[in-house]
């Protein structure tokens, strides 16, 4: 296996244990323990900074969209948390460009491998 595809695996499973580790009860306090919603947190940045490394030569364009999806995904959800049903909407839209875009940079991860061999050839 390549390291290409372990990072994307490591994307996946990050993204897995972000899911899974963000329920909260009916008052909204989470129902996972801090310090493994914190490592679930350092994985997710080691996956960002593996695939942006990684991706940076090959599809450069690509990867510097991401970032700013990633910038803007977390400004919007820390700094404006109110009760407006347009910053809601902001956010919910922030989301779902997100989650495309972050499975379509853990897609660009698994087919690297091919893209190296096609350019070798």
């Not at 244990?17 to 009916?26: I, K």
């Not at 129902?31 to 490394?53: D, E, K």
């Amino acid at each position: 296996m390549s390291k290409y595809k372990k990072i994307a695996i490591l994307g996946i499973v990050s993204y897995i244990l972000t899911v899974a580790l963000s329920g909260q009860d009916l008052e909204g306090n989470l129902l996972a323990p801090i310090w493994l919603i914190a490592i679930s947190g350092i994985i997710r940045l080691i996956f960002y900074f593996l695939s942006v490394s990684v991706l940076w030569k090959v599809a450069k364009r690509d990867v510097s969209i991401f970032l700013i999806i990633i910038i803007l995904s977390v400004g919007v959800q820390q700094f404006y948390q109110s009760e407006n049903s347009l910053i809601n909407i902001l956010i919910n839209i922030t989301k779902i460009v997100e989650f495309l875009f972050y499975f379509y940079i853990v897609f660009l991860l698994f087919s690297f491998n091919k893209q190296l061999k096609t350019e070798v050839k």
